[in-house]
């Protein structure tokens, strides 16, 4: 492998503050690391803010392609040249140790496919980032029925509001803002399904993973995640929202998915222990 680690981060009129502190942060890793910024924006004027550096690679899609295949363009380069590939957001903020902390983790757990850390609103509080995946209901709820009692009802199991979040442990759900991900996934799993121009990606993408191998919740290491919520504030998000999770659901099932509810029993077993 010529890396230990490379990264992507899809851009899309970003913000130049935030690329400046990615590129800072990665740079002053001590392993191996090539940075991908695939730049999905109208024009390539966003290249002017990138550090010419030769770990860092610029690719201009050339079109609003999305979240996910904006990632694939990057694994592509990325899967069989490196250990261990990491998506990342923009608009996160880490130690860059934490990365070290994680890389030696990942070496020594070669039965993990996929690692998430723990994340924190701006305020500190906890981001419901591991989740049990989600049945039509939770969208439906969450999204169109203004029942603080019945969201908060679905929300305890759903987003583990019961746990402290200070424990390892396996989920179905992470959420892909930052996902630490061993490259040898790839030789079974594709990279994000593409049907998905955004949002529920990140849940497809894990719960392929959680077949073949474990994705872990990893609270020893913490980030800080903006977390626009943009398809609560733009009608056009929220079209691509629940355009796409109607894709997802068509795709794995809508009430009749016997795998998720097999997989989410075995999952809150965990904390009974």
């Known amino acids: ?108 757990n070669q039965d993990i496919g996929l690692l998430a850390p723990k994340i924190l609103n701006p305020d500190g509080s906890i981001q419901y980032s591991a989740k049990l995946l989600p049945s039509p209901a939770n969208l439906i709820v969450r999204r169109f029925i203004p029942s603080k009692s019945l969201k908060a009802k679905m929300d305890f199991n759903y987003e583990f509001h019961f746990f402290d979040f200070n424990r390892i442990v396996e989920v179905p759900y992470l959420m892909g803002c930052f996902m630490f991900i061993n490259t040898k996934v790839f030789k079974i799993v594709d990279g994000f399904d593409e049907r998905f121009f955004m949002y529920p990606e990140d849940i497809d993408l894990t719960r392929r993973i959680y077949k073949h191998f474990k994705t872990v919740y990893y609270p020893e290491v913490t980030i800080v995640h903006q977390h626009g919520r943009g398809s609560y504030k733009s009608i056009k998000l929220l079209y691509y929202h629940i355009t796409s999770m109607i894709k997802y659901f068509n795709k794995w099932g809508w009430f009749f998915d016997k795998d998720r509810k097999e997989i989410n029993k075995n999952v809150l077993k965990q904390f009974r222990n």
């Open 1 to 108: 492998m010529t890396y230990n680690l490379t990264v992507s981060v899809v851009l899309f009129n970003t913000d130049e503050e935030e690329i400046s502190n990615i590129s800072e942060t990665i740079l002053r890793l001590d392993l191996k690391t090539k940075l991908f910024f695939v730049d999905n924006s109208p024009t390539n004027k966003l290249e002017l803010v990138i550090k010419k550096d030769d770990r860092i690679e610029y690719i201009h899609s050339g079109k609003n392609v999305g979240f996910g295949s904006g990632h694939n363009i990057a694994i592509k380069c990325a899967k069989d040249i490196a250990e261990f590939h990491l998506v990342l957001n923009a608009d996160v903020n880490f130690d860059v140790s934490i990365l070290n902390a994680i890389y030696d983790f990942m070496v020594k």
